[in-house]
């Protein structure tokens, strides 16, 4: 985005595009939905799950680590991952936000 449109937008939405620009991809959502159904920090176990190559898999979670969504421990030689609880719930706002029931009915519409 360039530095001069900036201000056309609320922090609000610049904060729900950079969310979006996280999930924009299925192996992200794939890594969530691991993480969120393990309950748990995993390590390289979402190599094996989610079946791409390490680097690929580090790439996605330094993404996911840089939007909030996932946070992340060293233990030894690896770094286990894990959901951001209390960043998971500002997120969840954040959408919620956008996908705000729509009016009863529209009065003219395509």
Known sequence: MGATKTDLYTPEQTALAD????????ARIAILQELI?????????????IGL?????????KE??????????VEGARICYCIDAE???KHKQLLDSLFQPLPDSPSKCC
């Open 87 to 89: 960043n998971w719930k």
């Open 53 to 61: 190559a390490q680097p690929t898999i580090s790439q996605h979670l």
């Open 19 to 26: 969310l979006t620009r996280a999930l924009g991809h299925p």
């Open 64 to 73: 996911l680590k840089q939007a909030g969504l996932i946070k992340g421990s």
């Open 37 to 49: 159904s393990k309950n748990s920090c995993q390590c390289g176990e979402l190599v094996l799950t």
